[in-house]
């Protein structure tokens, strides 16, 4: 292990943390044999689960296909990047007694075996979470036919699973990075954030678009047009759409929280080693992987606290909800341990650190709270659009609009607030004598390194409970599945509505954590935006001097751009769901014209509707990673790195903005539907599933759809891909200032890169084999 100058004690406790990363992902398997033990069901559910469980894996075989190409370029990228300015003072220190250029190798390595290692990581967590959950959601179908508690204990503990390698696996990386590069370690851990956010943002815009375009052309062709009930297994696009619950929800979802438990942790640590420097204590560096720790063993307790009874119904949220407040009473007590003995020396006090951490829980639990309250089925929102639906699709539309945007006010607040704690706790912490010893310029500078390292630890205090958060997260998928296993293998209405109320408690956890993923996003990329300016000072400490001044025309230019990318971003991803919707609708249509179908005599070719939204997601998994990765190199060449600090400003307050009001509007209006099918059915009425009122909510559900699955949720990598390339290309930026012919041709280069995929994106994708598994319909 690298040495820092760390104690026995603090050794042990190193070593201790990566014991504990090494628990969860045995918990994982230890929880993954219990559910592979669970009955599977009867045979015609065994059917349907297998016609899933091919189109799952065919999709995610051949996503990987795509994406590894664009993985390669970018290592060797990554690897060249470092030959390009001089080794940091830090990588000189852990590489003492080696030449320059021998540093510049390692370094390089380092930051390319990382970046693989969290691409590898982020993948092994969406990819294994989704088979797991898979394997999940026919158990929790056939125990359903018995018990409402056992069916909410498979679904909660096959989500865990997906949580408890999201905590290992992140954990596990950051701290070997840390035990072998010591303070070099932030040269690695950039490569590693990197890594798993790229894969992240590939898996949130592929399995989005994918689960959209079936989900919203089984839909409107199936409920609205043919009036039939969702996951009938008459429909074509329905099993494309039950694939796509696990390769969008699970898949992406995973790797989604999984980039942010990765930035998180990469963030404090490069900002802990920017406070050591100045204060000299290690504790800061160490605090975090000690949280994170106690976050592991929190979420294991936590999780047998998930328990309903052996009726037939019972409230699933409030059971959850009890396990993810279990989790945080253990944790914030621990972390009040850990700062007082451990934290007692730093400056400023023990009390700090804790505070900060403490506070990202209570953000995450507001979050919760915040989202729930917009999207849940029995509060006034979702209420409110119910009734909106007495006047058709239009006022279910703005319904569902007025509630989001009022939403994301209210989330902006709460992290507005949560910041606010952070500059009020490190507010009065005596900075002066490093000022005059020489660490740093400016007493605002110390004081902002300070405030920084206080956001950075909310972060990782909101992230304490990542293995809950994921557990809710599958959840949602889970329950789904079930339910449409339910309906497509004719299981009887008990077991139908036990699933049908865990399917609406999932579709209020998918929520939450989207919230909770979407704040953390914020809080990442307010903790990388101050990486930014440490790694900027360290190349020019003048660069950054007077702050990034909005006042400044480049700069208000560079905010302006960064205010529109989650636009553009946004509206390609949903116009890719709309063309793939389109073609779906198109050929479910051209199916239920076929004689027979209707009739279940003739069985539909599912593997079509699979190839449409396989086809249509793999076509825009590199061009939107393009505009994340590109549009920040252009911006600094060209306005320079003042101006880059306001495109990323600009970003992070807009794609907050968006992708609140997108994920909370979507759910608030799939829920309100759900409240209407749970309706008795009575058309004179206008009640129950097919009425006027169930297909005006149906269209606002759609509409809803790519909102909360596909934009919404890609923008929370996206926004953390632009800041690490931000953070990564800072330092070149400041080395070679100016335009010169070379930088000229390479923005030139770039810009036409850009071009062609936006221009890539609008086109129509174009479905040319059907190499999906074929299956039948359930009893055939």
């Known amino acids: 292990m690298s040495t820092?100058?760390?104690?026995?004690?603090?050794?042990?406790?190193?070593?201790?943390?990566?014991?504990?990363?090494?628990?969860?992902?045995?918990?994982?398997?230890?929880?993954?044999?219990?559910?592979?033990?669970?009955?599977?069901?009867?045979?015609?559910?065994?059917?349907?689960?297998?016609?899933?469980?091919?189109?799952?894996?065919?999709?995610?075989?051949?996503?990987?296909?795509?994406?590894?190409?664009?993985?390669?370029?970018?290592?060797?990228?990554?690897?060249?990047?470092?030959?390009?300015?001089?080794?940091?003072?830090?990588?000189?220190?852990?590489?003492?007694?080696?030449?320059?250029?021998?540093?510049?190798?390692?370094?390089?390595?380092?930051?390319?075996?990382?970046?693989?290692?969290?691409?590898?990581?982020?993948?092994?967590?969406?990819?294994?979470?989704?088979?797991?959950?898979?394997?999940?959601?026919?158990?929790?179908?056939?125990?359903?036919?018995?018990?409402?508690?056992?069916?909410?204990?498979?679904?909660?503990?096959?989500?865990?699973?997906?949580?408890?390698?999201?905590?290992?696996?992140?954990?596990?990386?950051?701290?070997?990075?840390?035990?072998?590069?010591?303070?070099?370690?932030?040269?690695?851990?950039?490569?590693?954030?990197?890594?798993?956010?790229?894969?992240?943002?590939?898996?949130?815009?592929?399995?989005g678009i994918y689960t959209k375009a079936a989900d919203v052309g089984a839909d409107l062709v199936g409920k609205v047009e043919q009036d039939i009930p969702e996951d009938d297994p008459r429909n074509a696009a329905v099993v494309a759409d039950l694939v796509g619950d696990n390769v969008g929800d699970c898949a992406g979802m995973a790797a989604d929280i999984f980039e942010s438990y990765e930035v998180t942790i990469v963030s404090a640590l490069i900002l802990g080693l920017a406070l050591t420097a100045i204060t000299g204590h290690i504790e800061w560096i160490l605090y975090p992987l000690l949280v994170r720790g106690i976050g592991v063993l929190a979420s294991i307790i936590g999780t047998y606290r998930v328990k309903g009874g052996p009726e037939k119904s019972g409230d699933a949220m409030a059971a959850i909800f009890r396990g993810y407040l279990t989790s945080a009473a253990i944790s914030v007590v621990l972390f009040g341990i850990v700062a007082i003995t451990y934290m007692k020396e730093v400056p400023g006090g023990w009390w700090r650190p804790f505070l900060s951490t403490t506070a990202g829980v209570f953000l995450a639990i507001l979050i919760d709270r915040l989202t729930d309250y917009f999207t849940g089925t029995e509060k006034a929102p979702v209420q409110e659009i119910r009734k909106a639906t007495n006047g058709g699709p239009a006022t279910t539309i703005l319904a569902g609009l007025g509630v989001g945007y009022e939403s994301t006010v209210w989330a902006i607040l709460v992290i507005a607030l949560t910041i606010s704690a952070a500059i009020l706790i490190y507010a009065g912490v005596p900075v002066r004598q490093f000022v005059e010893s020489g660490k740093v310029p400016s007493e605002t500078i110390a004081r902002t390194a300070f405030v920084l390292y206080g956001v950075a630890m909310t972060g990782i205090g909101m992230l304490t409970l990542t293995g809950n958060n994921v557990a809710m997260d599958s959840f949602g998928p889970i329950a789904d599945n079930a339910n449409g296993i339910g309906e497509m293998a004719g299981m009887d209405e008990t077991a139908r509505q036990i699933m049908t109320d865990l399917d609406a408690v999932g579709n209020t956890t998918k929520a939450i954590t989207k919230g909770i993923a979407i704040g953390s996003a914020v809080i990442a990329a307010v903790s990388l935006f101050g990486s930014y300016i440490t790694d900027v000072t360290k190349i020019d400490p003048q660069a950054l001097a007077s702050g990034i001044r909005v006042s400044e025309p480049v700069v208000f230019v560079g905010l302006l751009i960064g205010g529109a990318i989650p636009w553009l971003f946004s509206s390609l991803a949903i116009k890719a769901v709309s063309r793939a919707a389109g073609q779906m609708v198109e050929e479910v249509r051209r199916q239920f014209r076929i004689p027979g179908i209707m009739e279940g005599t003739v069985k539909p070719d599912y593997a079509r509707a699979v190839e449409i939204s396989t086809v249509a997601a793999q076509k825009e998994l590199v061009t939107l990673a393009t505009i994340a990765v590109v549009t920040p190199v252009v911006v600094g060449l060209l306005l320079q790195v003042e101006a880059l600090g306001g495109f990323l400003a600009g970003i992070i307050l807009s794609g907050q903005l968006l992708a609140v009001f997108m994920a909370n509007a979507g759910g608030a209006w799939d829920n309100a539907k759900k409240t209407i099918e749970d309706e008795p059915r009575n058309l004179e009425a206008n009640t129950g599933k097919g009425s006027e009122r169930h297909k005006a909510s149906v269209v606002g559900d759609t509409v809803g759809d790519p909102l909360k699955d596909t934009a919404g949720p890609a923008l929370n990598p996206m926004i953390k891909v632009v800041n690490l390339v931000s953070v990564i290309i800072a330092p070149i930026i400041v080395q070679y200032k100016g335009l010169s012919a070379v930088t000229i041709l390479i923005i030139l280069a770039l810009l036409a890169v850009l071009w062609w995929a936006i221009s890539t994106s609008k086109r129509e994708a174009e479905i040319v084999s059907t190499s999906a598994p074929a299956v039948a319909p359930a009893g055939e």
Do not use: C
């Open 4 to 207: 820092m100058g760390l104690t026995p004690l603090e050794t042990i406790a190193v070593w201790a943390v990566l014991g504990v990363a090494i628990l969860g992902l045995l918990y994982a398997i230890f929880l993954r044999r219990q559910i592979l033990q669970e009955d599977k069901g009867t045979r015609e559910m065994r059917e349907v689960w297998e016609a899933i469980r091919q189109g799952a894996d065919a999709y995610l075989n051949r996503q990987l296909r795509t994406i590894l190409p664009f993985i390669g370029l970018l290592t060797v990228a990554l690897f060249l990047s470092v030959y390009i300015v001089p080794p940091t003072p830090e990588a000189m220190e852990r590489f003492a007694g080696r030449s320059e250029n021998e540093v510049r190798l390692l370094v390089g390595l380092g930051r390319a075996i990382a970046f693989l290692m969290g691409a590898g990581f982020s993948l092994a967590v969406g990819q294994i979470g989704m088979r797991m959950a898979v394997q999940g959601n026919v158990r929790v179908a056939a125990a359903a036919r018995y018990s409402f508690g056992d069916a909410l204990r498979i679904a909660y503990r096959a989500g865990t699973i997906t949580g408890m390698l999201t905590d290992g696996l992140g954990l596990f990386g950051g701290t070997v990075i840390f035990m072998i590069f010591g303070k070099a370690a932030p040269d690695a851990l950039l490569g590693f954030g990197f890594g798993g956010t790229l894969l992240a943002l590939f898996m949130r815009v592929g399995g």
